[in-house]
């Protein structure tokens, strides 16, 4: 009896892990689809985005940023970038590495 109580409890134990790693693997595939979908995830590290922008307009970051914005994968490394009296804008896509914008700075946001 000892033996049978024994497979028993195993059989249950196992029947627990095949069920626990079958509700994993159900939830994390449409888990991970739904965050892929709701944001993109940056490919580019700052640093990288850094010297994308600083190639673009050379000179002194004021400010930086990771957003939201309209236009490329919809997630920007955005830089205010001032190189003597001229501040620009640049925006570069945080996926492809894109240079999405370079315009003079206007104060508009």
Same mark, same amino acid.
């Given at each position: ?8 409890? #195993?059989?249950?134990?196992? +029947? %627990? ?7 994993? #693997?159900? +939830? %994390?595939?449409?888990? +991970?689809? %739904? +965050? ?8 580019? #590290?700052? *640093?990288? *985005? ?17 957003? /939201? =914005?309209?236009?490329? #994968? ?8 001032? /190189?003597?009296?001229?501040?620009? =804008? ?5 996926? %492809? ?13």
């Amino acid at each position: 009896m000892k033996y049978v109580g024994f497979l028993a409890g #195993s059989a249950l134990a196992v +029947a %627990t892990v095949i069920s626990a790693s079958a509700l994993a #693997s159900n +939830a %994390t595939p449409a888990v +991970a689809a %739904t +965050a892929r979908v709701a944001k993109p995830q940056a490919r580019l #590290s700052v *640093a990288q *985005a850094r010297k994308v922008a600083l190639n673009a307009y050379p000179g002194k970051i004021l400010s930086e940023e990771l957003e /939201h =914005e309209k236009g490329g #994968s919809g997630l920007r490394y955005s830089f205010d970038i001032r /190189h003597g009296k001229v501040i620009h =804008e640049v925006g570069v896509d945080a996926v %492809t590495g894109k240079v999405l914008e370079n315009d003079v700075d206007k104060g508009n946001d």
